[in-house]
C-alpha cells in the first residue's frame, strides 16, 4: 500500500512538474523555470531536515518576495561566467547559489524523480542556509555587520595570528569593516581596494614574531591571493599551492571555533580572505556554538 502511494506520489510530481511551469528567472540570457508546485515541494522537503526546520518560516517568505527561487535545473547554467565563484560545489541532485547582481538565491533541482529524497534533502537544506548568510548581506548590510561583528573578528584573530605569527591577538575590528564594506556589500574590485587591503596587514608587523622579509612575503601573498582569486580563478586554482601559507590558516581559524568539524567542509577555502559572509556561511554548515546565533541572526535579517 505504501509502496503503490510512494509509486503515485512519484508520478504526481513527475507530471506535476511541467503543469504551470513558469520562467522565473534570466540569467546572463539563460531561463530558468519554476512553478508553484515546486515552490511548495521544495519547502516541503526543508521542512523534513533538522537544518532548515527552524528557518522554514524565513524560507517560505523568501520564496513569497522571490528572494528565493527554486527552478529546474539547466545545464547551461553551468555556462554562467561567475558561476564558478559563486557555487564552487555541485553535488547530489541540486545546488544553490546567491547571485549579487539580482541579490536573490537560486535553488537548482534535477528534473527527476528522486530530487527530493533524505540525501538530496539535508544537501539541499545546508547550500540553502549557506547561501541564505550571503542573502542576509544584500538585504541588509548594516545589520549584519552588527549582528555578527563578534564572530567575524574572532575568526579573523585567529587567522592572522597563525597567517602571520602574531604574539597577540590583534585588533581586526577595521580590517573587517574595510574588506565587509568593500568586496561584501559593495563588490569593488579595483586594484586600488588591495593596495588598501596590504596597508591593514602591515599594521600587524609590530606583533610579529616573523622575520621582517617574511612577514613582508606572507602579507603580499595573502593580498596575491584575494586579488588574483578574483580577477583570474583560473591563474588562481593553477597557482594553488604557492598560497598554501595565505589558505591553510584559514582552516586553522575555523578548527579554533568548531574543532574537527570543519573537516565535514571539503571545498576549497579562500573567499574569507576578501567576502567574510563566508565565515558565517561555512560556520552555518556545521552545528556548534555558533548556531543558535545564526539562526537567530538570520530570521532577523531575512
Ligand atoms: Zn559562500
Not at 70 to 85: A, D, Q, S
Not at 227 to 253: C, D, E, G, H, K
Amino acid at each position: 500500500m505504501d509502496r503503490l502511494r510512494e509509486n503515485n506520489k512519484n508520478l504526481h510530481e513527475l507530471f506535476a512538474a511541467p503543469i504551470g511551469l513558469e520562467k522565473v528567472a534570466k540569467l546572463d540570457g539563460e531561463e530558468l523555470f519554476g512553478s508553484q508546485s515546486l515552490n511548495m515541494s521544495f519547502l516541503k522537503s526543508m521542512s523534513k531536515t533538522a537544518k532548515a526546520k527552524p528557518l522554514l518560516k524565513t524560507m517560505t517568505r523568501l520564496i513569497m518576495q522571490k528572494k528565493l527561487i527554486p527552478c529546474w535545473m539547466n545545464k547551461n547554467i553551468f555556462k554562467l561566467v561567475k558561476f564558478k565563484i559563486f557555487a564552487p560545489a555541485y553535488k547530489k541532485s541540486g545546488l544553490a547559489f546567491y547571485y549579487p547582481l539580482t541579490k536573490k538565491i537560486y535553488v537548482l533541482v534535477d528534473n527527476n524523480i528522486n530530487t527530493f529524497g533524505f540525501s538530496s534533502n539535508e544537501w539541499l537544506s545546508t547550500l540553502t542556509i549557506h547561501e541564505m548568510c550571503h542573502l542576509a548581506v544584500g538585504k541588509n548590510p548594516t545589520g549584519f555587520i552588527n549582528v555578527f561583528r563578534s564572530i567575524l573578528s574572532e575568526f579573523y584573530q585567529n587567522y592572522f595570528v597563525e597567517a602571520l605569527k602574531l604574539k597577540e591577538k590583534p585588533n581586526v575590528s577595521k580590517f573587517v569593516s574595510f574588506i565587509y564594506n568593500t568586496y561584501d556589500v559593495k563588490g569593488e574590485f579595483r586594484f586600488s581596494t588591495f593596495r588598501k587591503y596590504y596597508d591593514f596587514l602591515e599594521e600587524y608587523r609590530p606583533l610579529s614574531v616573523m622575520k621582517d622579509n617574511q612577514f613582508t612575503l606572507t602579507t603580499k601573498l595573502i593580498v596575491n591571493a584575494a586579488m588574483v582569486s578574483n580577477y583570474s580563478f583560473q591563474t588562481f586554482q593553477s597557482n594553488l599551492r604557492n598560497y598554501v601559507p595565505a589558505l591553510s590558516p584559514i582552516r586553522v581559524a575555523y578548527r579554533e571555533m568548531i574543532g574537527n568539524k570543519i573537516n565535514s567542509i571539503d571545498s576549497l577555502v579562500y573567499q574569507e580572505l576578501f567576502v567574510p559572509s563566508e565565515v558565517i556561511a561555512i560556520l552555518s554548515e556545521v552545528s556548534s556554538s555558533y548556531s543558535s546565533k545564526i539562526y537567530s541572526g538570520l530570521s532577523k535579517l531575512l
